[in-house]
């Protein structure tokens, strides 16, 4: 079955800290990868997407996708009370057959205090 | 640019009724996805529209089943409602198929009584 798996959390962290979000998957196939932000009760948000190796910066967003170990993660700088959301990992599992479908992890909640 | 839209924002039914969710993508997007999100569960993925066309389907009863229009937008339906059905629906749109990211509208959040 084909998984992506995230730690639950709640990952605490101070204001203006570097917040580290991990992600791995099992289809080695994979080649899409994105973050969503999700705040409660709220619809998720599309903060980043990579398809390659190595890093992807935007802002205070760093994405990091290790193919080889099937890891993806997201760094989060300067960390703001107004980060704190569960943040959605998703892979696309099949694009071999073009499908874009998306599976997503259960997300991690990350919380920044003041 | 308006982003996704989705309609009603929240409903409210009994077990055994039925109901039509609907979607519009953000313009110039043909792809449609339907995703349910219920408490505990994650996302987990319904169905995909392009092209009028559905494309994929993900692990559900046939019970879900929806239609794409000349215009893109959707519908997602529901038959003999259940409890478990209860969830925050959610409709995304991307720019053709493969590897384009999705953007998620507001969702319906349905209860079933």
């Known amino acids: 079955q084909k998984e992506v798996e995230q730690n639950s959390g709640p990952l605490s962290v101070p204001e203006g800290a570097i917040a580290s979000l991990n992600c791995t998957y099992s289809?080695?196939?994979?080649?899409?990868f994105f973050w969503y932000r999700q705040y409660s009760g709220k619809s998720p948000e599309l903060i980043m997407f990579?398809?390659?190796?190595g890093d992807k910066e935007d802002g205070r967003f760093t994405a990091q996708l290790n193919k080889a170990s099937q890891y993806v993660s997201l760094l989060i700088r300067d960390s703001q009370p107004s980060d704190s959301a569960t943040y959605l990992c998703?892979?696309?599992?099949?694009?071999?057959?073009?499908?874009?479908?998306?599976?997503f992890g259960k997300g991690t909640m990350l919380l920044v205090s003041p | 640019e308006a982003g996704v839209t989705q309609s009603p924002t929240h409903l409210i039914k009994t077990r055994g009724q039925q109901v039509t969710l609907r979607c519009s993508p953000i313009?110039?997007?043909?792809?449609v996805y339907w995703y349910q999100q219920a408490l505990g569960l994650g996302l987990q993925f319904l169905l995909w529209?392009?092209?009028?066309?559905e494309r994929n389907r993900g692990n559900f009863p046939p019970r879900f089943s929806g239609r794409q229009f000349p215009n893109y937008s959707s519908e997602l339906n529901v038959n003999a409602l259940e409890l478990e059905d209860s969830a925050l629906y959610l409709c995304?749109?991307?720019w053709g198929q493969g590897n384009q990211p999705q953007h998620f509208g507001d969702g319906t959040r349905l209860s079933i009584l």
């Open positions: 289809d080695r196939g994979s080649q899409s």
């Open positions: 995304a749109s991307s």
């Open positions: 990579i398809y390659s190796n």
């Open positions: 529209y392009d092209e009028g066309e």
């Open positions: 998703a892979v696309n599992m099949d694009p071999k057959s073009g499908y874009s479908t998306l599976t």
């Open positions: 313009s110039g997007h043909t792809s």
